[in-house]
């Protein structure tokens, strides 16, 4: 290091440094809440000014977020009709695929010309067999041009690192026979099962037990027990999953296997694999030349027992799924969330996943950002991992882990300290970038704890917190204007009523056709589960990060429902 960098780390990495950037995201959320009630004292007219700029804005945003979706949506569906192995069979000659493709396209051309011509307006067989070939050519035409930079599919090996601590047989087995049902060969995926020594005998005898009678299934097939009490490890996921890591690398490296060929994807106990999963991960990791540096992100579906879990629970897991399917539309805001994948070799370079915090699936986009000097991106895949709704033995535990599985979501906050000491010590990236990501992310955190809040709750302050204001037809008006704006954003919400009715998984025969229409009307309870379980989880999580009460790992009950 030279000087100048010697003193730049000497400087981020002094307690005050840390504790600045560390209170700042709590005392911007404080200002935002607590600004309005003061300033409505003083200058009500500014304030009334704010507030409906300030709901047009957010209307005109949950417009653009519906309408991201919607086409996400029709992304995932789409993906869902591709052979994604016939397109892993295009990495080993894209050239002969091409020509045939080519072929058959002026084939339907010439048999269906007319129906091709005149027909546009609707969506035929024909017409719909040559937009796919036409999809099919650009994407061959771009494997052709970096054909030597392509991965041969027959040499990638996927790995699975499922982390567990103390779940029951009825959570770890339906994972692992989703493993099994998968539309790629079996022979290419490794099974790593991550379990903790705290998590007691049983917890052992049930890892062992499952790779005992699954392990034939896969390539490869261990479980590996992660000690308790590891010095400089926070108790969390992180290092479970780092120490399954190591231990496994080492076998990788022992049977002569490249780490590039390797594919890691980091699963909790409930996640299970769509069958489509590891064949699209495996196309596009080959297919890109950058695959190193990137990260693969498919869509979280909370829907193993959405049926099963109450109506706030279902909104919230809903919410969830379509957030994300929402922010795949904006890449440059996309993180690592849940289950992600990354190639054993970028795994390496980052020395695994932080083994210092409780949210390690976020914080690892910043450490293979920084690790890469900036050059690093999220890809989004269109398909799911499928994941449990919160769920508990009784309605009250199932309020209070739901409260505080996004508390711990929430205290991604921390990561703004450490993106911020890393942006000043890695001055081989543009301070452009790195500003705008630090911007993005400090946004992302205050708005959670924020938005909800103000839209309900700030519309009454200068009619009731200043007298002579009070005499105002402004203030008088204020609350129905406030009102008529949210009316209209309320739109995305039965847009989103009815995209989660298309989504949900068949209903069981246990219950009857009234808690389908149930499932629409639920969408009621949004503001409520958006103030309750996102504000005051958010708001909770910074308020307890600016006095230094630092959050500890807590796993989130997963129950099933006979």
Same mark, same amino acid.
């Given at each position: 290091?030279?000087?100048?960098?010697?003193?730049?780390?000497?400087?981020?990495?002094?307690?005050?440094?840390?504790?600045?950037?560390?209170?700042?995201?709590?005392?911007?959320?404080?200002?935002?809440?607590?600004?309005?009630? &003061?300033?409505?004292?003083?200058?009500?007219?500014?304030?009334?000014?704010?507030?409906?700029?300030?709901?047009?804005?957010?209307?005109?945003?949950?417009?653009?977020?519906?309408?991201?979706?919607?086409?996400?949506?029709?992304?995932?569906?789409?993906?869902?009709?591709?052979?994604?192995?016939?397109?892993?069979?295009?990495?080993?000659?894209?050239?002969?695929?091409?020509?045939?493709?080519?072929?058959?396209?002026?084939?339907?051309?010439?048999?269906?010309?007319?129906?091709?011509?005149?027909?546009?307006?609707?969506?035929?067989?024909?017409?719909?067999?040559?937009?796919?070939?036409?999809?099919?050519?650009?994407?061959?035409?771009?494997?052709?041009?970096?054909?030597?930079?392509?991965?041969?599919?027959?040499?990638?090996?996927?790995?699975?690192?499922?982390?567990?601590?103390?779940?029951?047989?009825?959570?770890?087995?339906?994972?692992?026979?989703?493993?099994?049902?998968?539309?790629?060969?079996?022979?290419?995926?490794?099974?790593?099962?991550?379990?903790?020594?705290?998590?007691?005998?049983?917890?052992?005898?049930?890892?062992?037990?499952?790779?005992?009678?699954?392990?034939?299934?896969f390539a490869m097939a261990i479980a590996v027990k992660h000690p308790d009490g590891i010095v400089g490890e926070v108790r969390g996921k992180g290092g479970n999953i780092t120490y399954a890591g190591r231990e496994f690398t080492k076998e990788i490296l022992a049977r002569g296997i490249d780490p590039e060929n390797v594919i890691i994807t980091t699963?909790?106990?409930?996640?299970?694999?769509?069958?489509?999963?590891?064949?699209?991960?495996?196309?596009?990791?080959?297919?890109?030349?950058?695959?190193?540096?990137?990260?693969?992100?498919?869509?979280?579906?909370?829907?193993?027992?959405?049926?099963?879990?109450?109506?706030?629970?279902? &909104?919230?897991?809903?919410?969830?799924?379509?957030?994300?399917?929402?922010?795949?539309?904006?890449?440059?805001?996309?993180?690592?969330?849940?289950?992600?994948?990354?190639?054993?070799?970028?795994?390496?370079?980052?020395?695994?996943?932080?083994?210092?915090?409780?949210?390690?699936?976020?914080?690892?986009?910043?450490?293979?950002?920084?690790?890469?000097?900036?050059?690093?991106?999220?890809?989004?895949?269109?398909t799911g991992v499928y994941q449990d709704a919160v769920l508990a033995e009784s309605y009250l535990k199932t309020f209070q882990a739901q409260f505080l599985q996004l508390r711990r979501w929430a205290w991604g906050a921390t990561d703004i300290q450490f993106v911020v000491r890393n942006s000043i010590t890695h001055p081989r990236i543009p301070w452009s970038n790195k500003l705008t990501k630090i911007l993005l992310l400090i946004e992302s955190h205050v708005t959670w704890a924020t938005v909800p809040l103000v839209l309900l709750g700030v519309a009454w302050m200068?009619?009731?917190?200043?007298?002579?204001?009070?005499?105002?037809?402004?203030?008088?008006?204020?609350?129905?204007?406030?009102?008529?704006?949210?009316?209209?954003?309320?739109?995305?919400?039965?847009?989103?009523?009815?995209?989660?009715?298309?989504?949900?998984?068949?209903?069981?025969?246990?219950?009857?056709?009234?808690?389908?229409?149930?499932?629409?009307?639920?969408?009621?309870?949004?503001?409520?589960?958006?103030?309750?379980?996102?504000?005051?989880?958010?708001?909770?999580?910074?308020?307890?990060?600016?006095?230094?009460?630092?959050?500890?790992?807590?796993?989130?009950?997963?129950?099933?429902?006979?």
């Amino acid at each position: 290091m030279s000087p100048i960098e010697v003193g730049r780390k000497r400087i981020t990495d002094q307690h005050w440094f840390i504790r600045l950037f560390e209170i700042l995201p709590g005392a911007l959320t404080y200002s935002i809440l607590i600004g309005p009630v &003061v300033l409505s004292m003083f200058v009500p007219v500014a304030v009334a000014y704010f507030i409906i700029a300030f709901d047009i804005f957010w209307m005109l945003r949950s417009f653009r977020l519906g309408f991201n979706l919607i086409r996400s949506f029709r992304r995932l569906g789409r993906a869902g009709k591709i052979d994604w192995n016939n397109r892993l069979l295009w990495l080993n000659d894209p050239n002969t695929y091409l020509e045939q493709t080519k072929t058959r396209m002026d084939v339907l051309a010439q048999s269906h010309q007319e129906v091709l011509r005149r027909v546009w307006w609707r969506n035929t067989p024909a017409r719909e067999e040559y937009s796919r070939l036409s999809s099919d050519l650009v994407i061959q035409a771009e494997l052709t041009l970096q054909e030597r930079l392509l991965l041969k599919p027959d040499g990638i090996y996927n790995a699975v690192i499922l982390a567990t601590y103390n779940e029951s047989m009825d959570i770890l087995e339906p994972s692992i026979q989703a493993l099994t049902a998968v539309d790629y060969p079996g022979k290419q995926i490794m099974l790593v099962i991550a379990y903790e020594e705290r998590g007691g005998p049983e917890t052992e005898a049930n890892a062992n037990d499952l790779i005992k009678r699954y392990g034939h299934h896969f390539a490869m097939a261990i479980a590996v027990k992660h000690p308790d009490g590891i010095v400089g490890e926070v108790r969390g996921k992180g290092g479970n999953i780092t120490y399954a890591g190591r231990e496994f690398t080492k076998e990788i490296l022992a049977r002569g296997i490249d780490p590039e060929n390797v594919i890691i994807t980091t699963f909790d106990s409930d996640h299970r694999a769509s069958k489509n999963y590891f064949s699209y991960l495996t196309f596009v990791y080959c297919s890109n030349p950058n695959r190193v540096r990137k990260s693969f992100q498919p869509i979280p579906m909370f829907y193993n027992n959405i049926w099963d879990v109450p109506a706030p629970m279902r &909104v919230i897991a809903t919410g969830n799924t379509f957030w994300v399917l929402m922010e795949t539309m904006r890449p440059h805001r996309l993180r690592n969330f849940a289950a992600h994948a990354q190639s054993l070799e970028t795994l390496i370079a980052t020395d695994y996943w932080s083994v210092t915090t409780i949210v390690e699936d976020g914080h690892q986009f910043w450490r293979t950002y920084f690790a890469y000097d900036g050059d690093h991106q999220v890809i989004p895949m269109f398909t799911g991992v499928y994941q449990d709704a919160v769920l508990a033995e009784s309605y009250l535990k199932t309020f209070q882990a739901q409260f505080l599985q996004l508390r711990r979501w929430a205290w991604g906050a921390t990561d703004i300290q450490f993106v911020v000491r890393n942006s000043i010590t890695h001055p081989r990236i543009p301070w452009s970038n790195k500003l705008t990501k630090i911007l993005l992310l400090i946004e992302s955190h205050v708005t959670w704890a924020t938005v909800p809040l103000v839209l309900l709750g700030v519309a009454w302050m200068p009619l009731y917190l200043n007298r002579s204001f009070s005499y105002q037809t402004l203030a008088h008006r204020l609350p129905e204007i406030t009102s008529n704006i949210n009316t209209l954003s309320s739109a995305t919400i039965i847009l989103t009523a009815l995209i989660s009715l298309i989504s949900l998984p068949p209903r069981p025969a246990r219950y009857g056709k009234g808690r389908t229409v149930f499932m629409f009307f639920q969408w009621v309870l949004l503001p409520i589960t958006s103030i309750f379980f996102g504000a005051f989880a958010a708001l909770n999580a910074q308020t307890r990060l600016m006095f230094g009460k630092y959050l500890e790992f807590y796993v989130t009950e997963k129950a099933t429902k006979r």
